[in-house]
């Protein structure tokens, strides 16, 4: 089923484009988008730069959106200070909520296998406590920086509140490359960088949780735990909810290893499906017939793929760093996966051919860019065929490019929403350790015994009716209640979570959209979204000591 949001939200950019005369004719010859575009005065705030600085980039951002919500901030003030004081307190929260708050820098030593000793450098970056925990994964990668720590860890907190999950944001990078490590010695550096976090204050399960993140996952995830639970966290009967990610058998939740590419999935649904959108993008509706490319088969294109290519897209392309691949006529998740662990690359994948070019300048209807930031930048935002941009990696797209996508009429789902699926199951899981108990145990049964006691009052009632004359009557299940008469698994209520959270999230973004006449540019509608929420907490907190 297509849903049709959008006759206001095309009548709306329509009345903005008809505010001033000479730039309404002006702007007659170009899309609606670029149209409103100038009308914001986007193009001033961008940084001309093709490389920007990651921080700055995502301040940038940031400053976009505050200063279209800062008028709705300060008019829905209800105190009894005069407008120029209401104006100061919404500006001075907006530049506290923009800073990161703490960033912690360490090196210790490690002795490797082969005797040599080597200095280890990380770091963790909390952006924000207006919520505790902090929440943010940690990467291994040699090109971890205190300034990519800082911008992953505000946009944290941004993804945080798009989704309404009540962590403030974290990020944490160790710089090693981990292939050139053996697995002794990577627990050696996971254990020692935990002590070096906890010895600060900056891991527990009401400070700051980590989660995975770029060449990190469960198995890193489980020695965090035991590191912290067998040294600070001894008398915590939460310790185990210091990080997320972890194992099934260590207090991990099913459905976290797939939860970001899910919910790359879902949120491409929510847009895909959006009539009043895909209008304006000259597409119908719905995954049949639409193609797509993903950069980077790993966790996040991986899982992607696998969802995209069950509810009917087709993947044409797959890029990752030692070569790309294509196929016109779509490649199979499953088999792309086992040939990749059977060989370490996706290179010569049967049937495919490899690809010449930027694999992201493919002819395609949806990109996936799910590797690392600053990939779409205005050398290339010219030459991207596809109408819609589906970030799954963290900061994918430049200032510069944004502004020109807007400019193609290309949609760009940002980051901040689409990539949620991962937190928004870290949440889960957080949740579930705190409460020492597995989603459904305690209503499993029940829940089964209700479904089946329905089914029987329902025959029994026929019965009564019509009699048994040809015997009883069989009261026979459709296949979808019967796979759910046994009650919801732990899988299928974190399934069930994640795709509400991302629905509501979306519309969430289209009514913000809407409201401040945004046409397609997403991102700043989730930013409005993100400030309007994170302000609130601050001024119903109140501020102390200053």
Excluded at 181 to 200: G, H, M, P, Q
Excluded at 340 to 359: M, Q
Excluded at 405 to 433: C, H, Q
Excluded at 507 to 514: G, S
């Amino acid at each position: 089923m297509y849903r049709y949001f959008g006759e206001i939200l095309t009548r709306g950019a329509g009345s903005v484009l008809a505010s001033g005369s000479a730039a309404a004719a002006a702007d007659s010859a170009l899309p609606a988008s670029a149209s409103l575009l100038r009308y914001r005065g986007y193009s001033q705030a961008v940084d001309r730069d093709d490389d920007p600085n990651f921080f700055t980039m995502v301040e940038g951002f940031f400053d976009r959106g505050a200063a279209i919500v800062e008028d709705k901030l300060v008019e829905g003030l209800k105190t009894r200070e005069s407008p120029e004081q209401k104006r100061k307190r919404v500006r001075g929260i907006l530049r506290i909520i923009k800073p990161c708050n703490h960033v912690l820098s360490v090196s210790f030593p490690i002795k490797k296998d082969n005797g040599e000793w080597e200095v280890i450098e990380g770091y963790r970056a909390q952006h924000s406590q207006h919520r505790t925990p902090c929440k943010g994964g940690i990467r291994y990668s040699t090109d971890v920086s205190v300034d990519e720590v800082k911008a992953l860890a505000s946009l944290m907190t941004y993804k945080c509140a798009v989704v309404d999950v009540p962590f403030g944001g974290a990020k944490a990078g160790v710089k090693i490359n981990p292939r050139n490590y053996s697995d002794n010695e990577l627990e050696k550096i996971t254990r020692r960088f935990t002590i070096e976090l906890a010895k600060k204050g900056f891991i527990g399960p009401g400070i700051d949780v980590p989660a995975p993140d770029m060449s990190t996952g469960e198995r890193e995830m489980s020695w965090i735990a035991d590191t912290f639970a067998t040294t600070m966290g001894h008398y915590d009967i939460n310790a185990h909810a210091c990080v997320t990610g972890k194992p099934i058998s260590q207090g991990g939740i099913h459905g976290r290893i797939s939860a970001t590419g899910r919910g790359v999935f879902h949120g491409i649904e929510n847009f895909i499906n959006e009539a009043a959108y895909m209008s304006q993008l000259g597409m119908c509706p719905g995954f049949q017939d639409k193609t797509f490319v993903i950069q980077g088969f790993g966790n996040v294109g991986l899982h992607s793929m696998r969802y995209l290519h069950r509810f009917g897209a087709k993947c044409v392309g797959v890029g990752e760093m030692d070569g790309s691949i294509w196929n016109p006529k779509g490649m199979d998740p499953k088999e792309l996966e086992d040939y990749k662990l059977a060989n370490g690359t996706i290179v010569g994948f049967p049937d495919s051919t490899p690809y010449e070019g930027n694999i992201l300048e493919a002819d395609c209807d949806i990109l996936i860019p799910a590797a690392s930031e600053k990939q779409l930048t205005k050398s290339n935002a010219h030459n991207i065929k596809a109408k819609i941009i589906a970030e799954g990696a963290n900061g994918p797209t430049t200032p510069e490019a944004d502004r020109i996508f807007l400019e193609r009429n290309i949609m760009v789902i940002p980051d901040m929403y689409l990539n949620a699926g991962g937190v928004t199951v870290s949440y889960f899981e957080w949740l579930k350790n705190l409460n020492h108990v597995s989603y459904g145990r305690l209503t499993f049964k029940y829940e089964r015994d209700s479904n089946y006691h329905l089914l029987m009052s329902v025959q029994e009632s026929l019965e009564r009716k019509f009699g048994k004359h040809g015997g009883a009557i069989p009261i026979v299940p459709t296949s979808e209640f019967q796979a759910r008469v046994a009650g919801a698994s732990e899988k299928d209520i974190v399934h069930s979570g994640l795709a509400y959270t991302m629905e509501r999230s979306a519309r969430q973004i289209m009514r913000t959209a809407n409201k401040y006449n945004l046409g397609l540019d997403l991102r700043t509608a989730a930013y409005v979204n993100a400030i309007e929420k994170v302000f609130q907490v601050y001024n119903e907190a109140g501020l102390i000591f200053t």
